[in-house]
């Protein structure tokens, strides 16, 4: 955040990013299919199943091995190395940096809770598609499979409460929003609006 990357550097890479994203997540569709499913239909009738459709193979070498584990070392070895710094920083310090110390340790809990989430919520997919890849003679129930699935798409509801819960200034704001969706916030309003008038009134008669 402090390096001399400027903004528009920022935005031009993150454009990168979403567009390496964008090219990678649909390799499936140039080529990289199930081919087995369109020979047992035809043209007019395809069973668009999720496990019918994407083929073990781009699920096994290219998400999981290629795009999954890597990154999840990579993460794991940096707040790995931002914890051993943060603790090594907070020997010896005085009470004002001790505290500020000290808020980035809880923020960076925060962002290991996300990532130890987004684990939980990934790895029973990736595990259960290997199994089925390496050891076919292991039958994993459909149960099993589609709840794996569900979890995973799980994950992008968890982040926002976590977010909510674990920082402080983005819980201020989802509470604003909660009172003023449930109209909590237009009733404080309204009663911090007369509670001056009830003062001056009170103080007019003690005058």
């Known amino acids: 955040y402090k390096s001399t990357v400027t903004k528009r550097r920022s935005w031009f890479l993150a454009a990168v990013c979403w567009i390496l994203a964008s090219v990678l997540g649909f390799l499936p569709m140039f080529g990289w299919y199930n081919h087995d499913t369109l020979t047992r239909y035809n043209s007019t009738s395809i069973d668009c199943q999720f496990i019918a459709v ?30 051993f710094k943060i603790r090594s920083g907070r020997a010896g310090l005085v009470s004002g940096t001790g505290t500020y110390t000290q808020k980035k340790y809880k923020l960076a809990r925060s962002l290991v809770l996300v990532l130890a989430l987004f684990v939980v919520c990934w790895l029973p997919l990736h595990m259960i598609q290997s199994i089925m890849y390496y050891n076919q003679n292991i039958k994993v129930p459909s149960i099993a499979l589609y709840f794996a699935i569900l979890l995973s798409h799980a994950n992008s509801m968890v982040n926002p409460v976590v977010y909510a819960f674990k920082i402080p200034k983005i819980k201020q704001e989802c ?13 404080a309003d309204i009663n911090s609006s007369r509670t001056p008038a009830s003062n001056n009134t009170t103080d007019t008669h003690d005058g």
């Open 54 to 83: 994407i083929p073990i193979t781009y699920l096994i070498h290219f998400i999981f091995e290629g795009c999954f584990l890597p990154p999840l070392a990579i993460m794991i070895a940096l707040y790995c190395y931002i914890f």
């Open 175 to 187: 509470g604003k929003i909660w009172r003023r969706v449930t109209g909590q916030q237009q009733q």
